[in-house]
């Protein structure tokens, strides 16, 4: 003998399904360069474009700023204005255009 089993109650859909285009949250981030942040500024310093002073943009991680930098040490890079800027805090470094 066959079990009878209650009928299934299903709700037409008559609208669009936007649930994922209207209520996605994401965080929108720049790929970040495979080269390390050390091998771009040897890159800068070595340049033919660097006599004293490169003028670069430097991305840090309170935010991007335009600098003037003349020489570097193990820790941090020195700008025109005498201001240290240490290597580890930098995320990405390029010459200004």
Do not use: C, H, W
């Not at 965080?27 to 091998?39: A, D, L, V, Y």
């Not at 004293?52 to 335009?66: H, P």
């Amino acid at each position: 003998m066959e079990k009878k089993l209650p009928k299934v109650f299903a709700n037409d859909i008559n609208k669009s399904l936007t649930n994922n285009d209207r209520f996605y949250y994401g965080k929108e981030e720049k790929p970040k360069s495979k080269i390390p942040i050390s091998q771009k500024i040897n890159k800068i310093f070595s340049s033919t474009n660097y006599v004293y002073k490169a003028d670069v943009d430097i991305t840090l991680n309170s935010g991007k700023v335009s600098k003037k930098i003349i020489g570097r040490n193990k820790t941090d890079l020195i700008t025109m204005d005498n201001e240290l800027i240490k290597i580890s805090d930098i995320i990405d470094i390029e010459f200004s255009e």
